[in-house]
């Protein structure tokens, strides 16, 4: 089975890009092309310096895709840490008040109803600051999806994003070979995938 999903990616972000591949490389067809192929994949293997063109195209559009998801995941991280925080502080003060009252309620001459009441408010505050911040864990279809679980996964995106450019870079003195060069279209099919992904969470 073949699927080049980076090239779909590709035509999407920048489709001038892939016509100029396509362009460059016209014996690569099957490489640019975005049909999905099941069972073997009899085609004429792609000329090596058209994949190397792939990967360091496909590369340089991902790496600012993959850049502007951290940034986002991190502001939206913060955001859910304050909302918790927030939660919980409010929790706990709702405790500390109410206790706190409720044993003066006697010398401030307050009715045991009206320390309940306060209490209870207080404490709702807090459950729905928790309550926030799990909403915005979720994208509007319910799909929750963890900055804490993703940021890791995208920063190591990123760092071999940045190492399959320089092996692109440092190839005429240090020449990858067909496997490496197939590992690295992999890897960024994979990449593609999950930018796609998240992209569409984050607009859900």
Known sequence: MRSNFVVSYLKRVSPERVDALKKAFPDADALFSTDLVLGEDDAVPNPRAARLALIGEAAARLQPDIEGLIQALRHRSRRIARLRLAGGLVAAVAGAVGAVMALMAGQLGLPKEGVAVVGSTVAMI???????????????????????????????????????????????????????????????????????RLKYLAQA
């Open 126 to 196: 807090g459950g729905l600051l928790t309550v926030f911040a799990n909403h915005f864990e979720r994208s509007e279809n319910g799909v929750k999806y963890s900055a804490v679980e993703l940021l890791p996964k995208l920063v190591e995106a990123r760092a071999s994003l940045a190492r399959a450019s320089l092996s692109v870079e440092r190839d005429p003195v240090f020449p990858l070979g067909d496997v490496e060069i197939d590992s690295t279209l992999k890897l960024l099919d994979e990449s593609a995938i999950e930018v796609v």
